[in-house]
């Protein structure tokens, strides 16, 4: 019967699985090994052998967690989190070893258990877990906008789900603020979503004595009242909006103010998408003196504003990103000043086709040693000419094809220079203001596909030999044309393939 039954099962499968010449001799070797396992065992047969350590006691139970804690912390970062799921007691110590988290769900936080696993984090980011999920999202299913490292549940019903996205109220956000106030003393790092609202702010000021970097979202000069509680804030980041995610009250002159009174002792300050003008900076360039690194991020501020950044006398990097102007008026080139302590300029993803405000910008940088360039539109010959300016020969008023011809290189200083992502830019443009530099230590040039190889000349080439070090990429496609070469790929389909 059991044979009968076999067979039957063998012919209900299908016949691609098993041919049916090979499939006899094996399963009929399976099947009387299942006998034999199936049958009872009896006095004569052997004792099944345990598995060594299977029932022994746990050996790591007689380390204290001080020990076990420096043995963790030597297991590499991606192996904690399957090294936390032994046991309990592991869970909880790798939980110790964590520094940094980031909170997706603002119900951890409220419930009190973030802290109760991750007792000693010294660096926490609250944003994504502070925009609220709209109701209808519930009945309709789940729709996600994702921008950098946020992921928001958009309303698809709103007349503009995109770009209007709502945060949690501000009673919420300050308890749960109270709460990382009690039970995270030790805390160096906080971003967060700030409200005019005084006691949030207040309580991380009063039970976060190491707080060192504060980053505040939609960010307004109300929200900015308690900043002179933090005496130890030595970095500060605020976000007025984020175009395409929210928008927001923004800071404005008044907000400037009060931040430059208040945090004397700050290092490195970010302003993205805030207002402003030459009030606002002037008074920060004042009142902190220790001041090295400035941030504007797609700025909305006055015309002008650029002639404060001479009060900046300690400020050794500016870095100007995702901005759509500099300053369409900077006023006149004598009342601009200089930075007497600019050593690195960041362009990073700006439009640079005014020539008026990139003239005045390399003005007030006038002493810089390092200029980096990534991404940036507009940048051709007579743009990039002006890097080699001086404020003595700003006052000609010369036509744009004949001004980077007659432009003297002064600037002699620059050790370093880093173009990436600028394809106006040509091998000529390039020549004839990197050979007026006689400090010139380091060069970067990638993905300029106006730059070509062919071009270089004996001058350039010599130039390079002493050189410290010399990053050259500049056209991709030659690149590439040269790797493939001898390959056969990268050729058309009718030249590549040959009739049969």
Same mark, same amino acid.
């Given at each position: 019967m059991y044979q009968a039954h076999y067979h039957s099962r063998l012919r209900s499968w299908p016949n691609t699985w098993f041919a049916a010449a090979a499939v006899d001799?094996?399963?009929k070797h399976v099947v009387f090994k299942m006998q034999l396992s199936d049958q009872t065992p009896t006095v004569e047969d052997p004792a099944p052998r345990q598995r060594q350590g299977a029932s022994g006691a746990d050996v790591t139970a007689l380390f204290s967690d001080e020990l076990l804690l420096r043995i963790l912390a030597a297991v590499p970062e991606p192996l904690r989190l399957p090294t936390s799921l032994v046991c309990k007691r592991w869970l909880r110590l790798v939980g110790r070893l964590r520094r940094s988290l980031s909170l997706l769900d603002w119900s951890f936080l409220d419930r009190g258990r973030l802290f109760f696993r991750f007792p000693d984090l010294a660096e926490l980011d609250l944003v994504p877990g502070s925009f609220a999920s709209p109701s209808s999202v519930a009945a309709t299913g789940r729709v996600l906008l994702s921008w950098g490292p946020f992921s928001v549940t958009v309303d698809t019903y709103a007349d503009s789900p995109v770009g209007e996205c709502y945060f949690l109220e501000p009673d919420v956000i300050d308890r749960g603020l109270e709460t990382v106030a009690r039970s995270c003393p030790g805390l160096r790092k906080l971003s967060f979503v700030a409200s005019d609202s005084e006691a949030g702010l207040m309580a991380i000021a009063g039970g976060c004595d190491t707080m060192q970097e504060l980053e505040l979202h939609r960010c307004s000069d109300l929200a900015l009242r308690p900043i002179f509680a933090f005496k130890n804030l030595q970095i500060l980041r605020l976000v007025g909006s984020v175009d395409g995610l929210y928008c927001g009250p923004r800071v404005t002159d008044i907000g400037l103010t009060i931040l430059a009174h208040g945090c004397k002792r700050l290092v490195k300050?970010?302003?993205?998408?805030?207002?402003?003008?030459?009030?606002?900076?002037?008074?920060?360039?004042?009142?902190c003196m220790m001041l090295e690194e400035l941030t504007i991020s797609d700025h909305r501020m006055d015309d002008g504003w650029l002639a404060a950044l001479s009060f900046c006398g300690n400020l050794k990097t500016l870095r100007m990103q995702s901005c759509r102007r500099i300053d369409a008026d900077p006023g006149p080139s004598e009342h601009l000043g200089t930075c007497p302590a600019i050593e690195t300029l960041q362009m990073q993803r700006c439009q640079l086709r005014d020539k008026r405000s990139l003239q005045a910008l390399f003005m007030v940088c006038e002493a810089v040693r390092d200029v980096v360039f990534e991404n940036c539109w507009g940048l051709d010959n007579n743009m990039f000419a002006l890097v080699s300016i001086c404020r003595y020969v700003c006052f000609l008023d010369l036509p744009p094809n004949l001004l980077w011809v007659f432009l003297l290189p002064l600037c002699r200083r620059v050790k370093f220079l880093s173009l990436e992502g600028c394809s106006l830019v040509t091998t000529e443009g390039l020549e004839s203001v990197v050979l007026s530099w006689m400090d010139l230590q380091k060069l970067t040039?990638? @993905?300029?596909?106006?730059?070509?190889?062919?071009? !270089? @000349?004996?001058?350039?080439?010599?130039?390079?030999? !002493?050189?410290?070090e010399l990053k050259w990429r500049p056209d991709s496609k030659s690149v590439l044309a040269t790797g493939l070469a001898g390959t056969g790929m990268g050729k058309k389909g009718a030249r590549f393939f040959k009739r049969l």
């Open positions: 001799k094996p399963l300050l970010e302003l993205s998408g805030c207002e402003g003008s030459y009030d606002g900076i002037s008074a920060v360039g004042r009142c040039i990638i @993905s300029c596909n106006n730059i070509k190889d062919g071009e !270089v @000349s004996a001058a350039l080439s010599s130039l390079f030999s !002493v050189l410290k």
